[in-house]
């Protein structure tokens, strides 16, 4: 079955960096754009960063656009968030998931479990 599932959270000062991994399996990867989604506490879940089947093509949200870059090995069948200049107000639970290439969540069909980033001041 599909599987999707993320590392690479964790505690980091205001201004650092952390990269996130989605690794998949279950499924061709490079037959499903990917996408990476935040929550945070009391708010609902909104649209980060997207990347074609391919590679090619991407697209983020503003207020990580600068920030934030994703990126996929399909050779690895895994994709990568680079975030870079963290802010406290970037803390969430971080998903990937795989569908079409889209902001919306009703676009992407499989989800991963999600990992915290806690960004401190």
């Known amino acids: 079955q599909v599987q999707l599932v993320e590392s690479g959270g964790g505690l980091v000062q205001a201004g650092g960096s952390l990269r996130l991994s989605c690794a998949a399996s279950?499924?061709?990867?490079?037959?499903?754009?990917m996408g990476w989604f935040r929550q945070a506490p009391g708010k609902e879940r909104e649209f980060v960063a997207t990347?074609?089947?391919?590679?090619?093509?991407?697209y983020s949200a503003g207020s990580v656009k600068g920030r934030f870059t994703i990126s996929r090995d399909n050779a690895k069948n895994t994709a990568y968030l680079q975030m870079n200049s963290l802010k406290p107000e970037d803390t969430a639970v971080y998903s990937c998931?795989?569908?079409?290439?889209?902001?919306?969540?009703?676009?992407?069909?499989?989800w991963g479990q999600g990992t915290q980033v806690t960004v401190s001041s």
């Open positions: 998931a795989a569908g079409t290439y889209s902001v919306q969540t009703n676009d992407y069909s499989y």
């Open positions: 990347i074609s089947r391919s590679g090619g093509v991407t």
């Open positions: 279950g499924y061709t990867f490079s037959s499903y754009a």
